[in-house]
């Protein structure tokens, strides 16, 4: 069964102070590696998705990089917009089916 | 370019009803996805849709069921409603089944008393 367990579960920063979260996973056959953004009460917001160890993908203030069994979503100098949950899942399947299975997320507060 | 629409934004039911959601997918995309995300949660995947027939389902029960219409559109519908079935469901639809382009709608909260 495939797994995803992110952390911490909660992030507090200021303005401008870097940080990462983690994801670390449990896959038969990843079809992908995914991070999305998610405001309160509204949809995931893609983000980036990475295929293979050693992968590294920018985008504004965020880096995502991705091993074997974890990938790193790295925040630098971040703004009080960037308050959101950071959800990571995997994708998988068999045949031409597909799913992704996500982790519970991480809740990132940056104050002023 | 026109994004997942889903409707309603919110509903409430009463246990043992049934409940109809509405998905459109994005231009261009032809298998749609359902999850179901409960609140602290992170999204449950309940089935997946292409070419109008199921091509994957996760760990729900049989009164979770689907269609897709030939314009990819696609609806859920749960039956005998439990109040556990309360949460935010989500639509994602991609450009083939194996999930490239993978793109989540806003979601419908249905809330169950």
């Known amino acids: 069964e495939d797994q995803v367990t992110q952390s911490p579960e909660a992030l507090r920063l200021q303005e401008g102070e870097s940080s990462s979260l983690n994801c670390s996973y449990t896959?038969?056959?990843?079809?992908?590696l995914f991070w999305y953004r998610q405001d309160p009460g509204k949809g995931p917001e893609f983000l980036f998705t990475?295929?293979?160890a050693g992968e590294e993908k920018e985008k504004e203030r965020l880096k995502a990089t991705l091993t074997k069994k974890e990938s790193f979503l790295h925040i630098t100098a971040p703004k009080p917009e960037d308050s959101a949950t950071y959800l990571c899942a995997v994708g998988s399947g068999t045949g031409t089916a597909s799913k992704l299975t996500f982790g519970t997320g991480t809740r990132l507060q940056v104050t002023l | 370019e026109t994004g997942v629409t889903q409707s309603p934004t919110h509903l409430i039911k009463t246990r043992g009803q049934q409940v109809t959601l509405r998905c459109s997918s994005q231009s261009g995309h032809n298998t749609v996805s359902w999850y179901q995300q409960a609140l602290g949660q992170g999204p449950q995947f309940i089935f997946q849709?292409?070419?109008?027939?199921?091509?994957g389902r996760g760990n729900f029960p049989p009164r979770f069921s689907g269609l897709q219409f030939p314009n990819y559109s696609s609806e859920l519908n749960v039956n005998a409603l439990e109040l556990d079935d309360s949460a935010l469901y989500l639509c994602a639809s991609s450009l083939g089944p194996s999930g490239y382009g993978y793109t989540f709608g806003s979601g419908t909260r249905l809330t169950v008393v």
């Open positions: 849709y292409y070419r109008e027939e199921e091509n």
């Open positions: 990475l295929y293979s």
């Open positions: 896959v038969s056959g990843l079809r992908g």
